[in-house]
């Protein structure tokens, strides 16, 4: 059965940490349940945003099974899980323990340790690899930022689109004319997503559908709303709302990152913790202008 991811907006949720550092899961299941009903099509754990890097093995199987668990077996909500790594061999085991836990995709960063190394051959033959073994769909999830610049090319991802369990993209570049070339030769059933909040009216307009967005952590309702107006026609008003949101998402993205994510819930919703180690938390006064900021989406929205 051919597998399609729905459209929409995704939400790739922080991993919590309590005062020892340790799987904050009781925030994890509040938060999951927060957002369900604010119009998202689904949520990736285990994704930059949640800290991927810094988790075990175990941790990974746990935070699977208690988002799993909360979001219920019988959502229509997908759960996508983060299993890039720098073997093909780690990310196929990564991709056989989040199907194990209750994952409905796998979300793997292309490796880049070995970057001089990382070709076209090579990554084509790493991802088929993957899919060939994995007991779940796969989602390529391209992001220069977090693999030192390692950009997957529009030829490459529409070579890739052509395996049957490799069933879309999340491409954080920003490059439009890049989706757009994608979506003009891939089948329809390949689903093209903007990695970022700050470019889906672009992303829409040339054949996306939908964003994996930090900001719909915070904002899931607005961003949401984007899509809705572009996809109703009522391109003015998607293009204000889109503007409103472009400073709160550099604020959680490029200037602050996950410790800004995880201090804009906490101003928002009352919950949110720190990052883990080497990550800092924001200092008072990048709170308060954070802060500043994210009234602006309030007031620009009400």
């Known amino acids: 059965m051919e597998h399609i991811l729905p459209s929409g907006i995704y939400p790739p949720l922080p991993t919590f940490f309590n005062a020892q550092d340790v799987l904050d899961l009781h925030t994890l299941r509040q938060h999951i349940v927060r957002i369900a009903d604010s119009g998202i099509a689904g ?3 285990m994704g930059s945003n949640g800290e991927a890097a810094h988790l075990s093995e175990d941790e990974r199987a746990t935070l699977v099974s208690t988002a799993r668990e909360t979001i219920g077996t019988e959502s229509s909500l ?65 992001m220069p930022a977090s693999t030192g610049g390692l950009d997957l090319d529009a030829p490459t991802i529409c070579t890739l689109a052509g395996h049957p369990n490799i069933i879309g993209v999340k491409d954080s570049a920003g490059n439009v004319t890049k989706l757009a070339q994608i979506v003009a030769a891939v089948p329809e059933s390949f689903r093209v997503f903007a990695g970022s909040a700050s470019y889906l009216l672009p992303a829409l ?5 939908g964003a994996v967005a930090a900001l719909a ?32 998402n550099t604020a959680v993205t490029v200037l602050y ?5 995880k201090a804009a819930l906490e101003i928002t919703a009352g919950y949110g913790g720190n990052p883990r180690m080497p990550l800092q938390p924001l200092t008072l006064q990048q709170r308060a202008q954070l802060t500043k900021i994210l009234q602006e989406v309030h007031s620009s929205n009400e």
């Open 43 to 45: 949520y990736v754990l």
């Open 78 to 142: 997908p759960l996508i899980a983060g299993c890039g790594d720098q073997s093909t061999r780690a990310t196929i085991a990564h991709c056989q323990q989040a199907a194990r836990y209750g994952a409905d995709t796998a979300l793997v960063l292309p490796p880049s340790y070995y970057k001089g190394l990382m070709n076209n051959q090579a990554l084509i033959a790493h991802y088929r690899a993957i899919a060939d073994a994995s007991p779940i769909p796969i989602l390529i999830y391209n």
């Open 205 to 209: 307009a040339v054949g996306a559908v």
């Open 217 to 248: 952590n915070i904002f899931p309702q607005v961003v949401c709303d984007v899509q809705a107006l572009f996809e109703a026609g009522e391109l003015d008003d998607a293009r204000s709302v889109q503007a409103s949101l472009i400073a709160a």
């Open 257 to 261: 990152g996950v410790p800004g994510l």
